[in-house]
């Protein structure tokens, strides 16, 4: 069995095929995984819930099957979209642009803490123009490990208020995700342990007294085993 993908919204779950029917392992506070990792190559490709596998040595995926991404993008062009601002803990803030119906949808798949609606304008082509001119002041990018550092943490609120008085946005939104964090989650990959919780990519198991936080993108390709033996850090620097 191979972890094919994995869904953040609005069930987080991880999808699991082996050349045949897909099916999904759902990622709710509470859940007990129990899986080891064995080798990592290409995820393949899921159409109408059937997986279609690949042995490309490449992982998440080979050129071939990252391709497809491409494509349903250039579908979704011309519908109205909506540019916006998210916001991670404590303080890092960045302007994207999304399908005026996934505003929200998108906003929790990046893991957001809060959101800001800024613009709506009729396509894909104007919101890009849009969000080219805010990047100028705004990072347009805030990568994984970057949110990952801000776990546990909370959001400066005066610099977010600062930022919302300085665009006057249509709408906001506060997210919440429910990790209740003592303390920051080592970094590590692996898919055994308890489900703390999901928040954008990154899921938060706890396992060994310790509270782990994994970039669901970096399970993808690989084959499951039966039961994970590897030693891993743990909070104190120690290892289990």
Same mark, same amino acid.
């Given at each position: 069995?191979?972890?094919?993908?994995?869904?953040?919204?609005?069930?987080?779950?991880?999808?699991?095929?082996d050349?045949?029917?897909?099916?999904?392992?759902t990622?709710?506070?509470?859940?007990?995984?129990?899986?080891?990792?064995?080798?990592?190559h290409?995820a393949?490709t899921?159409?109408?819930?059937?997986h279609?596998?690949c042995?490309?040595?490449?992982?998440p995926?080979c050129?071939r099957h990252?391709?497809?991404?491409?494509?349903?993008?250039?579908?979704?062009?011309?519908?109205?979209?909506?540019v916006?601002l998210?916001?991670?803990a404590p303080?890092?803030?960045?302007v994207?642009?999304t399908r005026?119906?996934r505003?929200?949808?998108?906003?929790?798949?990046q893991?957001a803490?809060?959101?800001a609606?800024? &613009?709506? /304008?009729?396509?894909g082509?104007v919101?890009?123009?849009?969000e080219?001119r805010? $990047? @100028?002041? =705004?990072?347009? %990018?805030v990568?994984?490990?970057?949110?990952?550092a801000?776990?546990?943490?909370?959001?400066?609120?005066?610099?977010?208020?600062?930022?919302?008085?300085?665009?006057d946005?249509?709408?906001?939104?506060d997210?919440?995700?429910g990790?209740?964090?003592?303390? &920051?989650? /080592?970094?590590e990959?692996?898919a055994a342990?308890?489900v703390?919780g999901?928040? $954008? @990519?990154? =899921?938060?198991? %706890?396992?060994a007294?310790?509270?782990?936080?994994?970039?669901l993108?970096?399970?993808?390709?690989y084959?499951?085993?039966d039961?994970d033996?590897?030693?891993l850090q743990?909070s104190?620097?120690?290892?289990d």
């Open positions: 069995m191979q972890v094919v993908g994995y869904h953040p919204v609005p069930e987080p779950a991880l999808v699991l095929a050349g045949g029917p897909s099916e999904r392992v990622l709710t506070p509470g859940t007990e995984l129990e899986y080891g990792l064995g080798e990592r290409c393949g899921v159409q109408n819930g059937h279609v596998p042995s490309e040595p490449r992982a995926f050129p990252t391709a497809r991404f491409d494509e349903s993008t250039l579908r979704e062009r011309t519908s109205e979209h909506a916006y998210a916001a991670f303080a890092l803030f960045k994207g642009i005026r119906d505003l929200q949808t998108r906003l929790r798949e893991g803490d809060r959101g609606h800024l &613009q709506t /304008v009729p396509d082509d919101a890009r123009d849009v080219e805010l $990047g @100028r002041d =705004l990072s347009q %990018r990568r994984t490990r970057q949110k990952r801000g776990l546990g943490e909370r959001i400066d609120e005066e610099a977010w208020e600062a930022l919302l008085d300085s665009h946005p249509l709408s906001v939104f997210f919440e995700y990790l209740d964090l003592a303390g &920051q989650p /080592v970094d990959t692996l342990g308890t703390c999901v928040q $954008g @990519r990154l =899921l938060v198991l %706890r396992r007294g310790t509270t782990y936080a994994v970039d993108r970096d399970l993808v390709g084959e499951l085993t039961r033996t590897r030693p743990s104190l620097g120690s290892f």
